[in-house]
């Protein structure tokens, strides 16, 4: 029983491993000249189904910190009479 090295521990059959030296690797292509313009037509394409979710968001929101903004004023009545 022999002693093999860490990385060495199986054989492994039928895997195939190829490796890119990062100075050959393209690590964005096509992604200004594909990659934005894609990505501009799918945010096209969906804005009819995503604007309305949004604008509801948005609308609640406003709402919510104008009512906590009234609810957290205080009763000018309540301090009539204090001197």
């Not at 490796?19 to 799918?42: A, C, M």
């Amino acid at each position: 029983m022999g002693h093999r090295g860490f990385g060495n521990l199986t054989k492994i059959y039928r895997q195939v491993s190829f490796g890119l030296s990062p100075f050959e690797q393209r690590t964005f292509p096509y992604y200004f000249s594909k990659g934005i313009p894609n990505t501009i037509r799918r945010l096209k394409r969906q804005a009819v189904l995503i604007t309305p979710g949004i604008a509801l968001s948005y609308a609640a929101y406003k709402w919510g910190i104008k009512n906590h903004d009234l609810s957290c004023r205080k009763d000018p009545e309540d301090y009539m009479n204090d001197k």
